[in-house]
């Protein structure tokens, strides 16, 4: 016996917020699926998600990010779980690969959810102070299923601030064990999950290729050095309008002065956390071989899941 | 790599310099206005989110080849690099880039002459150059700066002063530099200094005036 999960039965939710980029990406979602639906401009990522669940009107709705261009073949997607599955729990989560590094993971990517999951949960701008699970991001409480298949790509690379900004979340988002900041004491990269790093040390060095690539390489060596080495308080990534202030208070206003900082921020990583990086990133022709070549890691089975077709 | 603070009152030049700076390095943040240099410096010590952090004066040129890059685990100590002064062409710490411990600078006495000894007693001059003290951009802030230094150096309140280095610094403060711009002032505000402090060597609570610009502005009504 087992239980399917069909995509084309959820409602689909877009959902934007300040992208640059959001209505292209609208448009092009609605010429694949004209029936999607879509919330904008909601403050927080908790209240945000819950205006989409608000808004679906099936047992799960799926959730498409503002930067992502969705391939034709999403609502094809079938996925068939064990029967002692609880579907009312789990999130299905479809990897997407990142345009300015290459990167296929969870990262901005399309989410199924159970609708009243989304309206029950409390996280991000909502959650309890004294859950630390909750506050930065939705995956280390709520039960995520990984899917084999990458159903979109994520074009957060549309101006400086989008880059600087997605690279700046991921930078402080993969130096967390579970919300909290790893300890000083002990090597960093032995108490980050590999994939993580791994994924930490890409966003830092790859990319230059790309319009505003270097943005980003700037945000996620920016969000791993505020995160570990200064006494910042890591849980105001969630905030969307405090990270905006601090771009403004701190973008580097000509390239020289930005590939200066990018410079000396891998210095002090280098230097104080022993992370793979340092005054050079990637050029632009390595970071082309570099995702040309790169395989992504394999995503983490679940006994749950028979098949994702 | 430490948070940096650009501490600026009134110089005429700060916001030249702050542009500038925050040019080559886009986090350093800004303290502007505070009465009171102890007030300032705790104010920028609030902002920081680093154990130690540097201190740029808002009449500071920094040199090109200074990189903020220093590192030290001695989080009680206060670095002070050397500048050059552009009036007199004396390369020692005052003016210069300093690095300061955080939590000892919120904790400081705000009751003492020279901020950077009632931080910590542990203090190192450091031998590089950070900058050029650029504090001949008006005919007060020239006096001021000459008038407080020398306050400073011959009421000898600083720790560690050796007197032969000291007399000779005082030398060169009262007789060199007229040639310069608003070069007359600073060897007026050296020479007032040194009387100052002459004048009113065992009162303490005046000498401390020295950190009041309201004050000071009162002594150099003499020359407008």
Redesign the interface.
Known sequence: MSKKIKLMDCDLVYLSYDEPNKERNYSDLKKKFPWAKRVDGVHGSDSAHKACAKLAETERVTIIDGDNIVKPDLMSQVIELIDAADTSICVLSFPAQNVINGLIYGNGSIKNWPTQLVLDMRTHENADPNNHKTQVDFCWEIKYLQMGNWMSWVHNNASPHQAWRAGFREGVKMCLLEGTRPSLDKPFDKQVHWKNYHRLVTWMNVGSDVDNGLWAIYGARLGCYMTMLTDWDHNNVRTFTYLNDLFDDIKPNSETSLKSEIQRLGNTLRDDLQILTGSNYLDPDQSKFFKALFTNPPRLKNDWIIENV | ?Y?MVFISYTEPNAEYNWLKL??????VKRVHGVKGIHQAHIEAAKQC??KMFWVIDGDAEILNTFEF?F?TRQYDTVYVWRSKNPINDLEYGNGGVKLLPKYLTLKMRVDTTDMTTSISDKFVPVKEVSNITAFNSDPFNTWKSAFRECCKLASKTIDRQKVDETESRLSTWVSKGSDRPYGEYAIKGAKDGIDFVKSNMYDTTLLKKINDFDFLKELFKKYE
Not at chain 2, 22 to 27: C, G
């Open positions: 790599m948070d925050k040019e080559r390095f886009p986090l989110l680093t890059n590192r």
